[in-house]
Nanobody, 126 residues
């Protein structure tokens, strides 16, 4: 069964950087839209960033705009989330997700994604 595997999380001080990676296993996600979501303890899952199948279109949550960059390398079947100037409020489990669509509509709606990873923890200390 196809699944996604995240890596790159860890503990970092405020102002630091991390790069998350998402690698599918079981199939290729070259033609899938993909996104990053996060969930902090006691909070609902929230949208972080989206990238369409070709990498041309990207969208970000207002809270991370200008600090995070989503990208993908379809030749390597890998998606990335570069996180700079991290803040304590960025602390959460980060999940990558894939969606069978060429569309960018409703990119923020996690319920429309077909595949999810197990998550990688990001902790930002003040």
């Amino acid at each position: 069964q196809a699944q996604l595997v995240e890596s790159g999380g860890g503990l970092v001080q405020a102002g630091g950087s991390l790069r998350l990676s998402c690698v599918p296993s079981g199939r290729t996600f070259t033609n899938y839209a993909m996104g990053w979501f996060r969930q902090a303890p006691g909070k609902e899952r929230e949208f972080v960033a989206f990238i369409n199948w070709s990498g041309v279109s990207t969208y970000y949550a207002d809270s991370v705009k200008g600090r995070f960059t989503i990208s993908r390398d379809n030749a390597k079947n890998t998606m990335y989330l570069q996180m700079n100037n991290l803040k304590p409020e960025d602390t959460a489990a980060y999940y990558c997700a894939a969606r069978r669509t060429y569309s960018v509509t409703n990119y923020y709606n996690g319920n429309l994604y077909n595949y999810w990873g197990q998550g990688t923890q990001v902790t930002v200390s003040s």
